[in-house]
């Protein structure tokens, strides 16, 4: 029994013998210490060695041999990674210099060309937003009143009612058949307080001339729907008052004027 645990004594004093060296070796060969788990490096042994007499002692020998080769290789890795890192680091500051010099170049060399370019489409929209507005007067005046309603609906900054009026106003051909056209449109606008707008706006076109015609009736008959009669029986009264006296003086071509306004304006005529 006393020789068994003597044998079981000397097992453990090598294996301290073992350890020892190894750890003086790593301390010696700084480059060799291992950084994880021995379990993570080599297969750990088939069974605890509880006692040291059932280990096998081959099979430990080949696996610590393994492990030291291992961290061996290890530690070779990290040391060349170590070397290596400042010539890395300086050759990454050097391409990044060189790309940074290189957009600098092409930023001075592009930066007049890119300016001119927004400047060119800064241009191009604000052209093109004054050609949709053109084009949505012309809508009104030529009775495409579906298109300029839906134009004027779906434009990101609409017109004022001043806007619409004083575009229209300017029209050099601005004839009885525009107006006409104008008031369709106004007609057909839904919302209420922007078709007195208009209407208000739209007064003065008629002038001194068109007052005294069938556009002024026309017109007032419109804006009525809106207007208070303090602001349509100006506009009413003087083609009113002419048929009338016409008719009660027995002037018979008012006849024949009043035939042709109820044929060309059958939803005005009473």
């Known amino acids: 029994m006393r020789s068994i645990q003597q044998q079981q004594q000397q097992q453990q004093q090598v294996l301290w013998f073992a350890l020892v060296a190894l750890v003086t070796t790593c301390l010696v060969a700084a480059e060799d210490i291992c950084t994880v788990s021995l379990d993570m490096i080599v297969p750990a042994l088939p069974a605890p060695c509880q006692p040291l007499a059932t280990c096998n002692h081959q099979l430990a020998s080949e696996r610590y041999e393994q492990a030291l080769q291992q961290c061996r290789v290890s530690a070779a890795t990290r040391r060349d990674t170590r070397a290596a890192f400042p010539k890395q680091l300086t050759n990454w ?11 600098e170049k092409l930023h001075t ?13 800064e241009g191009g929209a604000a052209l093109m937003a004054q050609l949709r507005r053109k084009h949505f007067i012309y809508c009104i005046e030529a009775g495409r009143t579906k298109e300029a309603l839906l134009y004027h609906a779906t434009a990101q900054q609409q017109l004022t009612a001043a806007q619409i009026i004083e575009a229209i106003r300017t029209n050099k051909e601005l004839r009885e058949g525009v107006m006409l056209n104008v008031l369709d449109f106004i007609r057909a606008l839904p919302d209420e307080a922007e078709r007195r707008a208009l209407y208000r706006e739209a007064k003065p076109i008629l002038g001194r001339v068109l007052l005294r015609t069938r556009m002024a009736l026309v017109f007032g008959i419109d804006a009525r729907s809106v207007l208070p009669a303090n602001e349509t029986d ?6 009113t008052e002419r048929y009338r006296t016409d008719f009660l003086e027995g002037h018979y071509f008012n006849h024949d004027a009043l035939t042709r306004f109820a044929r060309d304006y059958p939803r005005y005529y009473v």
Request: glycine content about 0%; aromatic content about 10%; hydrophobic content about 45%.
């Open 93 to 103: 500051y050097r391409e990044q210099t060189f790309f940074l010099e290189e957009l």
């Open 109 to 121: 060399t592009n930066h007049p060309r890119i300016v001119a370019l927004e400047r060119e489409i």
């Open 234 to 239: 100006a506009l009413l009264a003087p083609m």
